[in-house]
C-alpha cells in the first residue's frame, strides 16, 4: 500500500522521520540532568530516565550522540558514588543496599584477588621481573 501523496514521513520521501533527540533537545536534558542532581531525593538515574519519559537505556545512548551529555553522565556516576558512600558512612543509606550498588555499578570490591601459582607464591613476584626466573624455582 503506497504513503498518502504528500506524506513527508513515508518511505523515500526526505530523510524520513525527523530526528526527535536533536542536538540542542541533549544539551537541553544534560541540563535537565544537572538540575535533577540538586534535588535532596535524587539518587538513581533510572528515576530520572522514567521521570522524563523514556527508558533508562536511552542515558547510554545520549551520552554517545551528544559530547555535552556524556561529561554530565560521566559527572553524575562520581556524584552518585559520593553520595551513596556519605550517606552509608552517615548511617543516612542501607549499609548492604550501598554495598551492593558500589561493587555492581561503580566497580567496588571488598577483597583484592591474586592469580598464580599457590603452591610456589614467589614464582609470581620472579616472572613479574623478567618472565624467565620463574624457572629457577621448579627446577629445584
Keep these: 500500500m503506497a504513503a498518502p501523496k504528500g506524506n513527508k514521513y513515508a518511505k523515500n520521501h526526505g530523510e ?3 530526528e526527535k533527540y536533536t542536538h540542542q533537545w541533549l544539551e537541553n536534558e544534560a541540563q535537565a ?5 540538586n534535588f535532596p ?11 522524563r519519559g523514556y527508558s533508562p537505556q536511552r542515558l547510554s545512548e545520549f551520552a554517545e550522540k551528544s559530547e555535552v551529555f556524556s561529561e554530565v ?9 559520593s553520595k551513596l558512600v556519605n550517606g552509608a558512612l552517615m548511617r543516612k543509606y542501607d549499609c548492604g543496599m550501598t554495598k ?8 567496588w570490591m ?5 592469580s598464580g601459582d599457590a603452591t ?16 629457577v624455582i621448579d627446577e629445584e
Excluded at 553522565?73 to 558514588?81: I, T
Excluded at 551492593?100 to 566497580?107: E, I, K
Excluded at 610456589?120 to 624457572?135: A, V, Y
Design 16 to 18: 524520513g522521520a525527523p
Design 33 to 37: 540532568f544537572l538540575e535533577w542532581m
Design 41 to 51: 531525593t535524587s539518587l538513581y538515574f533510572k528515576s530520572f530516565a522514567l521521570e
Design 73 to 81: 553522565l560521566s559527572r553524575a556516576k562520581f556524584w552518585q558514588e
Design 100 to 107: 551492593f550498588v558500589l561493587a555492581n555499578h561503580h566497580g
Design 110 to 114: 571488598e577483597k583484592s584477588q591474586i
Design 120 to 135: 610456589n607464591p614467589l614464582s609470581i613476584i620472579l616472572e613479574r621481573i623478567d618472565g624467565k626466573t620463574k624457572n
